[in-house]
């Protein structure tokens, strides 16, 4: 399995941001929090960072982001993606 802090790389990719714009979006004083879970090998977020994961980005699937199953983005935003390409198709 996937080691979840690869699974936040990717969303944060995805959002096409660094640890400090990702620091700064959650209001964090500076992105050590973050950039240290990069830059440690084998290192995990904490139930806080996952706690303000889960508050600032509700478009992220958590259980994908804990466990890897499922999608990356929820049901709602893939939704949203979805009926925006169809409309730009017409």
Known sequence: MEPIVKRLQ???????MNAT????YMNYPN???????????GAKP???ILMDIA?????????????GEGEMLGREQRSSLESRRVRSLH
């Open 31 to 41: 992105c050590e929090k973050v950039a240290r879970l990069f830059r440690v090998e």
């Open 10 to 16: 990717q969303f944060m990719q995805y959002k096409r």
């Open 46 to 48: 904490s139930a806080d």
């Open 21 to 24: 714009d990702f620091s700064r």
């Open 55 to 67: 508050l600032y980005f509700d478009d992220l699937n958590m259980r994908w982001l804990l466990v």
